[in-house]
């Protein structure tokens, strides 16, 4: 390890949400360790039902798990030490240092949220303590200075560590220009001292027309010019952080003649990256249905995919006439999948007494299944393997729920685990199942015989090495559009 770089760190902060910084993390992780250094990522606080499980038993934000991937570390709860799941437009789960710290209202966490700073800081520490290098994360934008007060995500972290920053513009969306200088100019100007320079991403096409805003934004700032950087269509094959990047992809998923697979997208969908094996599948037509939009009639599969609000997606879906659609894709032969919350929704009865998730209430499910959930008990935290039902074929995947299902379709387990566990429940005619696992076709293995099962024929697709392949031409990307020595040395 170099005894210089232990210790060093460098924050990404954005002008908005959505500006990249969550790849170009990844990216840089990946060319750090290229050029010999010990690196690790960080991200103070994160908003997101896109989880991962951590192998010291706690969840963080997908992205930084898929970060440290590049980094070619076992993800860690201090990567992420503040994790915001959303359950309403005001309210969210709150989990702090991988376990459930309860939930918080918008309004009530801005008052909050200076108290998790210490926790903060003490991850982080822990962090740069072992490696060489830091890269951090910052959370929507940094302009936000209506929430600077208490600031745990932004500059108030980046003050409170004495990291430097560098901000990031989405040229792609229009007004790059605006959005930089404009920062720059509504920030505090101790938060504009901690930027060290810019970067300027999702260039399309020639490069050169940007020339003069680049200079333009040096000039207006004061800040060095640390790279333009061009679109990066292959991410689309990365896990999307939040449902607004699943939403922007779906057009990009169809295979016009493919088996087709229909999703409902409810509001409160949380861990997607369950979808993205399957749209790496050429043989698959991968329909996400928005709001407004009915189930595809000839789906041959439909998955109910997880929830952070299982009650109140549930009525959501409902409001949108999917819980018809699905009856009626059940009556022509058709099958149905739920993972985890899509699970839950499927059995005769759901109830929350404790309001885990909202308000406590008990409502009807769908009655597909002859199961009953109740939401109570402890979050299970847990990588799995084992094998699916009746075909043994090997999986390997997560539990990450609360909640306890029972019913006489349990009987009929979908997966085996390796602790001799039964996992999720099956209909009597094997058309409707169900299981708490996550990450099920993501495992080469267990997609094939889904895509047996569905007719759809062999699978061509090897997910893992997929990612692999795209995290490699996002660092050669990376190299190529910025100069990672510059950036780096602005570490400190």
């Known amino acids: 390890m170099t005894a210089a770089r232990r210790g060093r760190a460098i924050m990404l902060q954005g002008t908005g949400s959505n500006v990249g910084k969550s790849l170009l993390v990844a990216g840089l992780c990946r060319l750090a360790r290229r050029q010999g250094l010990s690196v690790a990522p960080f991200k103070p606080q994160n908003m997101a039902n896109n989880a991962a499980v951590t192998p010291d038993g706690g969840e963080i934000g997908r992205a930084q798990a898929l970060q440290a991937r590049a980094a070619g570390l076992a993800p860690s709860i201090d990567m992420n030490p503040v994790l915001l799941k959303p359950q309403s437009e005001t309210g969210a789960q709150l989990v702090v240092r991988g376990k459930v710290a309860g939930t918080a209202r918008a309004k009530d966490y801005q008052t909050r949220k200076q108290s998790l700073l210490p926790a903060v800081l003490e991850s982080f520490g822990r962090l740069r303590a072992h490696h060489d290098l830091v890269i951090v994360e910052g959370a929507g934008s940094a302009s936000e200075v209506n929430l600077r007060a208490g600031d745990i995500a932004n500059m108030g972290f980046a003050r409170a560590a004495d990291v430097p920053v560098v901000l990031i513009g989405d040229i792609d969306r229009g007004g790059v220009i605006a959005s930089l200088v404009g920062t720059k100019h509504v920030i505090l100007a101790e938060d504009a001292d901690m930027i060290s320079g810019f970067l300027v991403n999702k260039m399309r096409g020639d490069l050169t027309l940007f020339d003069e805003g680049m200079r333009t934004i040096e000039s207006m700032t004061g800040w060095p010019a640390l790279g333009l950087i061009p679109y990066f269509e292959p991410a689309r094959r990365l896990p999307a952080e939040?449902?607004?990047?699943?939403?922007?992809?779906?057009?990009?998923?169809?295979?016009?003649?493919?088996?087709?697979?229909?999703?409902?997208?409810?509001?409160?969908?949380?861990?997607?990256?369950?979808?993205?094996?399957?749209?790496?599948?050429?043989?698959?037509?991968?329909?996400?249905?928005?709001?407004?939009?009915?189930?595809?009639?000839?789906?041959?599969?439909?998955?109910?995919?997880?929830?952070?609000?299982?009650?109140?997606?549930?009525?959501?879906?409902?409001?949108?006439?999917?819980?018809?659609?699905?009856?009626?894709?059940?009556?022509?032969?058709?099958?149905?999948?739920?993972?985890?919350?899509?699970?839950?929704?499927?059995?005769?009865?759901?109830?929350?007494?404790?309001?885990?998730?909202?308000?406590?209430?008990?409502?009807?499910?769908?009655?597909?299944?002859?199961?009953?959930?109740?939401?109570?008990?402890?979050?299970?935290?847990?990588?799995?393997?084992?094998?699916?039902?009746?075909?043994?074929?090997?999986?390997?995947?997560?539990?990450?729920?609360?909640?306890?299902?029972?019913?006489?379709?349990?009987?009929?387990?979908?997966?085996?685990?390796?602790?001799?566990?039964?996992?999720?429940?099956?209909?009597?005619?094997?058309?409707?199942?169900?299981?708490?696992?996550?990450?099920?076709?993501?495992?080469?293995?267990?997609?094939?015989?889904?895509?047996?099962?569905?007719?759809?024929?062999?699978?061509?697709?090897?997910?893992?090495?997929?990612?692999?392949?795209?995290?490699?031409?996002?660092?050669?990307?990376?190299?190529?559009?910025?100069?990672?020595?510059?950036?780096?040395?602005?570490?400190?």
């Open 242 to 492: 939040d449902a607004y990047d699943l939403a922007e992809r779906s057009g990009a998923l169809r295979r016009e003649g493919g088996l087709k697979i229909a999703v409902p997208l409810y509001p409160r969908i949380a861990n997607f990256d369950d979808l993205d094996p399957l749209a790496g599948e050429s043989a698959i037509d991968l329909q996400l249905v928005p709001s407004g939009k009915p189930l595809p009639g000839d789906a041959a599969l439909v998955i109910l995919p997880g929830s952070k609000a299982t009650i109140a997606d549930l009525a959501a879906l409902r409001r949108e006439g999917w819980d018809i659609d699905l009856l009626a894709h059940r009556r022509r032969g058709g099958r149905i999948l739920g993972l985890c919350g899509g699970y839950q929704m499927l059995g005769r009865r759901l109830a929350d007494p404790d309001g885990i998730e909202g308000p406590p209430s008990a409502v009807e499910g769908l009655g597909l299944l002859d199961v009953e959930t109740e939401l109570k008990g402890d979050k299970h935290l847990v990588a799995v393997e084992g094998q699916s039902l009746p075909d043994t074929v090997p999986f390997h995947g997560y539990e990450m729920h609360i909640g306890c299902t029972e019913g006489l379709d349990r009987q009929r387990p979908l997966l085996r685990f390796a602790d001799g566990r039964g996992d999720g429940a099956q209909s009597a005619d094997g058309l409707v199942m169900g299981s708490y696992a996550h990450g099920l076709f993501a495992d080469d293995r267990q997609r094939a015989a889904w895509l047996r099962r569905l007719g759809a024929g062999l699978s061509d697709y090897a997910h893992e090495a997929a990612i692999e392949e795209t995290l490699d031409g996002l660092t050669e990307h990376l190299s190529q559009h910025l100069d990672s020595t510059r950036l780096f040395g602005l570490a400190r």
